[in-house]
């Protein structure tokens, strides 16, 4: 995969797990001219024509069988990393893939991508919502909806527009971009099947805005330990948000009201009384919209 065009005509790649995701990029890499191998341990799943199919409790097997001349294996979320065949396939440099993490590759538009433990469905809503009134043609994706990758060529076509990820640590895990806006909600221990330790699942959340620039923009939750804890880490510029009480530099609450405390005089922006979604937890979701 190369840097500017990342499918290339002719180029081999696995597809491991045919959900609605992969289902997806199988359509992306053929329409690219790409030559594909699908991977199931379901024995008969439906594929375009000209797909070779590998299916049945040994699939992991041949794809280890299969590696050589690969450009690039797409995972299915959720898949541990360490299975043997995909341990091979990274000690042979060739790179794992995921949908998502594509998608904020090659993505024609900005990306704002939001994660955490918890509330990024409710948040990315939220937030898909305003920026398709403020910036007409935006669009949500990533975790919610359906796959972006099938617009992907539709989207160069859209300026002033944004996209909206939400992103879990599945699809962080394979991401090396950031979007230009990232926001961290929260942090607590979650799919450690997959991820075997709370250090491995931080880093997984940690590249929402590992490699942003310093133009870039990150957000995270004074109010969660874990989140706040790593507002250092990001090298552009950084926003914390509450749903209790005011924050230097973000939003946050006070006197009943959703306020943001940018340069100049606080404003307010709405009243909690405004907020129909029920509980705190909301609150703060709000405030990471903002």
């Known amino acids: 995969m190369k840097e500017g065009t990342p499918i290339a005509r002719g180029e081999r790649y696995a597809v491991v797990g045919l959900g609605a995701s992969n289902q997806a990029v199988i359509r992306y890499l053929l329409q690219k001219g790409a030559s594909v191998t699908a991977y199931d341990q379901k024995e008969s799943v439906p594929l375009p024509q000209g797909v070779v199919s590998v299916t049945g409790h040994a699939y992991l097997d041949r794809l280890a069988q299969g590696l050589d001349g ?42 704002v991508g939001i994660t955490g433990s918890s509330g990024k469905t409710t948040t990315t809503t939220m937030v898909g919502q305003a920026m398709e009134r403020a910036f007409p043609g935006s669009v949500v994706g990533g975790n919610i909806g359906f796959p972006l990758i099938d617009r992907l060529e539709e989207l160069g076509h859209r300026d002033g527009a944004w996209m909206v990820l939400e992103l879990s640590s599945f699809q962080l ?26 250090a491995n699942y931080r880093d997984a959340k940690r590249r929402v805005y590992r490699f942003q620039g310093p133009d870039d923009a990150a957000v995270f939750n004074v109010d969660d330990p874990a989140s706040a804890e790593l507002w250092h880490e990001a090298c552009g510029h950084r926003f914390l948000f509450s749903g209790l009480h005011p924050v230097e530099r973000g939003a946050g609450v006070e006197d009943g009201w959703v306020v943001w405390y940018g340069e100049g005089a606080p404003r307010r922006v709405l009243p909690l009384s405004d907020i129909r979604l029920p509980g705190s937890h909301n609150v703060a979701n709000v405030a990471a919209a903002v």
Do not use: Y
Request: aromatic residues 4%.
């Open 70 to 111: 690969l450009a690039g294996i797409f995972v299915t979320p959720g898949m541990r990393k360490d299975l043997p065949a995909l341990a091979e396939a990274r000690s042979r440099g060739i790179p794992l893939l995921g949908e998502a993490a594509f998608v904020l590759q090659a993505s024609p538009l900005p990306v």
């Open 173 to 198: 895990e394979l991401a090396d971009r950031s979007p230009r806006v990232a926001a961290l909600l929260n942090l607590h221990p979650n799919h450690l099947d997959v991820h075997g330790t709370f």
